[in-house]
């Protein structure tokens, strides 16, 4: 299945509601602003990456990222801990 801006928005915003949250509770949750969550939710093709990863992460949305070739595992916690 192939992913854009509004099916990461529809996702955010279904998870959202399902755990009760508020838009307002979310944003506060992530440290972004009430107008970030809006337009994450309405599929905003231009919002921040990072912003958005930390989103996913507070809602417990795990993504799956697979190359087409053989790749080393980035390990992006690992390396992370190690600096």
């Given at each position: ?44 093709p231009t919002c ?16 799956n990222f697979v ?5 080393p595992d980035p ?9």
């Amino acid at each position: 299945m192939k992913y854009n801006s509004t099916s990461l928005g529809e996702l955010v915003k279904l998870t959202r509601k399902g755990l009760g949250l508020t838009q307002e509770s979310l944003a506060l949750a992530a440290g972004t602003g009430l107008r970030f969550i809006i337009e994450l939710e309405k599929g905003k093709p231009t919002c921040q990456l990072q912003k958005a990863l930390t989103v996913l992460n507070v809602l417990g949305i795990q993504m799956n990222f697979v190359s087409p070739v053989d790749t080393p595992d980035p390990q992006p916690e690992k390396a992370r801990d190690e600096a």
